[in-house]
Antibody, heavy 118, light 107 residues
């Protein structure tokens, strides 16, 4: 079965960086791009960006440009999201996902809680 | 960027009620509209894709309609397990924006 398994919770200080991993299994990794979505405590879903697992092309949310980098390692079917210069308002659950683009193939990781606190 | 506006932001309903949630896009997105259900502490679950197609395994009491800019999610007879937050999302262009969510609570 399709699975996206994310790395564990992180606690970071303001100004630090975090890198979250997302290991895919159960499907051909390079057939579907990976999106990253975050959810601050008690808030809605925020689309952060997308990476093509085929050629590495990326699209980022404008508000995160310059602070976020998404990469993939096709040899291990793993996607990564690095966020730099962390602030307290980056505290959130971060999800990787294959998001349906007019089709039924839609799968999400379990989420990774990133807490930014001094 | 395409803005997605959901209404209402919350509603109270009873088991067996018919519930309708609307989502409006700031420009046409054809039928590139997903509906998700989310319960606390759990990743979102896809209910409807392409505006009106029911995801496999989702009960038939859920239905979606609309195209262009105006979309609707309907739950024909609310069940106890349906109390959750619902989000629309456009997959027409990046950023693939979400609506702000509709929380369905027990009346």
């Amino acid at each position: 079965q399709v699975q996206l398994v994310q790395s564990g919770a992180e606690v970071k200080k303001p100004g630090a960086s975090v890198k979250v991993s997302c290991k895919a299994s159960g499907y051909t990794f390079t057939n579907y791009g990976i999106s990253w979505v975050r959810q601050a405590p008690g808030q809605g879903l925020e689309w952060m960006g997308w990476i093509s697992t085929y050629n590495g092309n990326t699209k980022y949310a404008q508000k995160l440009q310059g602070r976020v980098t998404m990469t993939t390692d096709t040899s291990t079917s793993t996607a990564y999201m690095e966020l730099r210069s962390l602030r307290s308002d980056d505290t959130a659950v971060y999800y990787c996902a294959v998001i349906a683009a007019a089709g039924p193939f839609d799968h999400w990781g379990q989420g990774t809680l990133v807490t930014v606190s001094s | 960027d395409i803005q997605m506006t959901q209404s209402p932001s919350s509603l109270s309903a009873s088991v067996g009620d018919r519930v309708t949630i609307t989502c409006r896009a700031s420009q046409s997105i054809s039928s590139y509209l997903n509906w998700y259900q989310q319960k606390p502490g759990i990743a979102p679950r896809l209910l409807i894709y392409a505006a009106s197609s029911l995801q496999s395994g989702v009960p038939s009491r859920f239905s979606g309609s609309g195209s262009g800019t105006d979309f609707t999610l309907t739950i024909s007879s609310l069940q106890p397990e349906d109390f959750a937050t619902y989000y629309c999302q456009q997959s027409y262009s990046t950023p693939q924006t979400f609506g702000q969510g509709t929380k369905v609570e027990i009346k």
